[in-house]
T-cell receptor, first 114, second 116 residues
Framework: QQQVKQSPQSLIVQKGGISIINCAYE??????FPWYQQFPGKGPALLIA?????SEKKEGRFTISFNKSAKQFSLHIMDSQPGDSATYFC?????????????FGQGTTLQVKP | DTAVSQTPKYLVTQMGNDKSIKCEQN?????MYWYKQDSKKFLKIMFS???????INETVPNRFSPKSPDKAHLNLHINSLELGDSAVYFC???????????????FGPGTRLLVL
């Protein structure tokens, strides 16, 4: 059972364009939604994260939009650059048991063409 | 000054062998994790330890056994390796347990395991 569904699986964007990756979750107990970025041959690294009490969070060219009623959140990368080419994972966790368990989406491979 | 390190980086072995992967973090974190990333890049939590106490134990074959000698180290021992164990295994750490409170998890570089 996939609790966090991510789409698209792959994405090709021209340099300077906007990349949009979407995620949907099922469990309303989730209260922390991070995005991780993974370059080939490297481990994932936290990019940006949001809590459900806000609808948007922006850090530089990266923005998370959050729709609590629809149980969806998305990552927008403005002015996409070739250096942004990587795999992006959304994730979710809930405080129950306080274990730190992150449930990841399936990942989106982004290619930004120069 | 590597934050989370893993050894070995690559591991090629035969079916049926036993192997170990080591992880160390120098961030002073209390919690450490093991994740498995399959060929489709799907990331799944396997285990987590908080200050040497096992707090997450997902549905993983009991051929996999984590060991935490101290809070800076979390090793993964795999018995009787199978073809399906081929994957990239990532170690991670966070300051405290509870990503529900916004704790960033810091991942190591991964160990690429290939079982022949």
């Amino acid at each position: 059972q996939q609790q966090v569904k991510q789409s698209p699986q792959s994405l090709i964007v021209q340099k300077g364009g906007i990349s949009i990756i979407n995620c949907a979750y099922e469990n309303t107990a989730f209260d922390y939604f991070p995005w991780y970025q993974q370059f080939p041959g490297k481990g994932p690294a936290l990019l940006i994260a949001i809590r459900p009490d806000v609808s948007e969070k922006k850090e530089g060219r990266f923005t998370i939009s959050f729709n609590k009623s629809a149980k969806q959140f998305s990552l927008h990368i403005m002015d996409s650059q070739p250096g942004d080419s990587a795999t992006y994972f959304c994730a979710a966790s809930k405080p129950s048991g306080n274990t730190g368990k992150l449930i990841f989406g399936q990942g989106t491979t982004l290619q930004v063409k120069p | 000054d590597t934050a989370v390190s893993q050894t070995p980086k690559y591991l090629v072995t035969q079916m049926g062998n036993d192997k170990s992967i080591k992880c160390e973090q120098n961030l002073g974190h209390d919690t450490m994790y093991w994740y498995k990333q399959d060929s489709k890049k799907f990331l799944k939590i396997m285990f987590s330890y908080n200050n040497k106490e096992l707090i997450i134990n997902e549905t993983v074959p009991n051929r996999f056994s984590p060991k935490s000698p101290d809070k800076a180290h979390l090793n993964l021992h795999i018995n009787s390796l199978e073809l399906g164990d081929s994957a990239v295994y990532f170690c991670a750490s966070s300051l405290q347990r509870g990503a529900g409170f916004g704790e960033t998890q810091y991942f190591g570089p991964g160990t690429r395991l290939l079982v022949l």
